[in-house]
Nanobody, 119 residues
Framework: QAQLVESGGGSVQPGGSLRLSCAAS????????LGWFRQAPGKERELVAA????????YYADDVKARFTISRDSRTNIANLQMNSLKPEDTAVYYC????????????WGQGTQVTVSS
């Protein structure tokens, strides 16, 4: 069964860094756009960053631009989210998701990984 498995969450002080990884188990994900969403308590899930299947385009939410970087390795089928200059408002459960290229919905989701930014 095709799966997305996140890793790399944890606790960090404001200004610190974390690197999240999303391992896509099925080779078909090479033809999928990959995204990172987050959901904070009491808030809706929001798209933070995405990278196209070809790695030629990326998307970032306004409040993470210049702080977060999304990348993917086509050989290992792993997508990474490098998060720098973390703020308390970045605290959330982060989810990896996959959408087939040309598709309109995110069809596959990981189980989520907690990121906590606190002093």
């Amino acid at each position: 069964q095709a799966q997305l498995v996140e890793s790399g969450g944890g606790s960090v002080q404001p200004g610190g860094s974390l690197r999240l990884s999303c391992a896509a188990s099925d080779p078909k994900f090479r033809n999928y756009n990959l995204g990172w969403f987050r959901q904070a308590p009491g808030k809706e899930r929001e798209l933070v960053a995405a990278i196209w299947w070809s790695s030629t385009s990326t998307y970032y939410a306004d409040d993470v631009k210049a702080r977060f970087t999304i990348s993917r390795d086509s050989r290992t089928n792993i997508a990474n989210l490098q998060m720098n200059s973390l703020k308390p408002e970045d605290t959330a459960v982060y989810y990896c998701a996959a959408k087939v290229r040309g598709g309109s919905s995110w069809d596959y989701w990981g189980q989520g990984t907690q990121v906590t930014v606190s002093s």
